[in-house]
């Protein structure tokens, strides 16, 4: 019931509150208004469930998504010319009605929770069997989830107790063979098998015990507790598997990122085209060289690939073993410092991004020489090479742009990209290229 609220929440909140405010102003819901409710409610639709987040975090989400859906209304308000059908005054008292709105209802259905739980019945009773680390992990966020109706009673496991986890979230209940008379006389709901996989015939028999139940059973497998990189389910010929490690860029993911990657590189290859001519000419009358530097980097796949930049140095190196750039290097022409201090020599990479060679936003490309040296020093270095190359990326918003001296920077760098994999949305990568745009103009990390 909650989770159906919460996909209606913000939709209804934005239609309504246009709808009032409309009706306030010009005495009457018009037909414009009545179109427009309509493109809101589908952009928005379904809301977004914020019922877990703090109060400050449900204001700035408010906020932040509120600002994009306004940007894309006046692109295409302009771009069609149908913003001219409302009223300035009415479109200026829905954008700051509109996130209030928002807000209220998401505070007013924190109030209303406990009660919308209250009406689909008593709390769903649950007991865990294997009291090991993914049993104590599932209990854990169980009990940390607010509103949730799932009551943990406790666990079952037939291991030496010296050999059980220690936790604050329920108690040790007995036995495996103790299991169906507890879960029968107890009215259990449900069971969670967290028993290792290669236990194959203790959970056999313990199924075939829980048959004469009626509750619903769910098989936590051991990777519960793995580091997942866009853990999913799915069947491969019939079969069904768990992804462990995936591309986020898969199905509608994957069209979704090159589209935008190529919309927004013609847009900012248009804009800067003065800027690249004359950064070309001034490297040419700075220092003998090409005007372009090219350097083998690992794309997609661990796959090689080629990437452009500025000619910032005197040398162009691409052996097996690179020096980093590193402060007052002498390698570094005069006008080369200035394009590295300000990010400009990444700009040719926006025609990798055309070639389809790299994206805007990714885990940005080490050289091959790197490649091959931290590969075996950071575990699950190569994961990063799941998607394809960025021009900038989490790791660069989040302090790690330029040199990284030594081990725990680049594994800092490392952890940044594996959570971007995990998290990535189109609303994120927007994020990254404004943060980025901001970091160029104060940050002087890179040389």
Wanted: charged residues 20%; aromatic residues 10%; hydrophobic residues 45%.
């Amino acid at each position: 019931m909650l989770s159906a609220v919460e996909a209606i929440l913000d939709p209804a909140a934005l239609t309504l509150s246009l709808w009032l405010v409309s009706v306030s102003i010009e005495g009457e819901l018009l037909p414009p208004y009545l179109i427009l409710a309509v493109i809101v409610f589908s952009i928005t639709f379904p809301g977004t469930s914020r019922l877990q987040s703090s109060i400050m975090e449900v204001i700035v989400d408010v906020f932040y998504s509120w600002f994009w859906v306004v940007l894309l209304l006046f692109f295409l308000g302009f771009a069609t010319g149908y913003i001219a059908e409302f009223s300035s005054q009415t479109l200026i008292t829905w954008l700051w009605v509109a996130p209030l709105s928002q807000v209220g209802v998401h505070l007013a259905l924190r109030t209303a929770a406990p009660y919308l739980l209250m009406l689909q019945g008593p709390p769903q009773r649950a007991i865990i069997v294997g009291m090991n680390e993914q049993g104590v992990a599932l209990a854990s966020r169980i009990q940390q989830t607010r509103y949730s109706k799932i009551e943990l009673s406790g666990y079952f496991d037939d291991r030496n107790p010296s050999r059980l986890y220690e936790t604050e979230h329920g108690q040790l209940l007995g036995r495996l063979r103790e299991l169906p008379y507890f879960v029968k006389e107890n009215r259990i709901q449900y069971i969670y098998l967290s028993l290792p996989m290669a236990s194959q015939p203790r959970i056999l028999h313990v199924l075939d015990e829980l048959k004469d139940t009626t509750a619903s059973i769910y098989f936590v497998p051991d990777m519960f507790i793995t580091d997942l990189i866009q853990g999913r389910s799915g069947t491969v010929c019939g079969t069904p598997v768990i992804s462990v490690c995936e591309s986020p860029f898969t199905g509608s993911n994957g069209l979704i990122k090159r589209v935008s990657d190529i919309v927004l590189s013609l847009l900012i290859l248009a804009l800067i085209s003065p800027l690249l001519l004359l950064i070309a000419a001034t490297i040419k009358l700075d220092s003998r060289g090409p005007i372009i530097f090219k350097q083998r980097r690992y794309g997609l796949d661990g796959e090689e690939i080629v990437v452009y930049k500025f000619r910032s140095m005197r040398v162009c190196e691409d052996g097996d073993t690179i020096r980093q750039a590193q402060k007052d290097d002498s390698r570094v022409t005069r006008f080369g410092a200035f394009l590295r201090r300000n990010s400009l020599d990444e700009l040719p990479q926006f025609v990798n991004v055309l070639q389809g060679r790299m994206s805007i936003v990714g885990p940005r490309p080490h050289a091959v020489a790197h490649n091959e040296i931290y590969r075996n020093l950071i575990k699950g270095y190569m994961i990063r090479h799941k998607v394809k190359p960025g021009i900038t990326g989490w790791a660069q918003v989040n302090g790690y742009r330029g040199e990284t001296r030594t081990l725990d920077k680049m594994q800092a760098r490392i952890d940044h990209d594996l959570d971007y994999l995990r998290n990535w949305s189109l609303r994120l990568d927007l994020h990254i290229i404004l943060k980025t745009v901001l970091i160029v103009l104060r940050d002087r990390a890179a040389y």
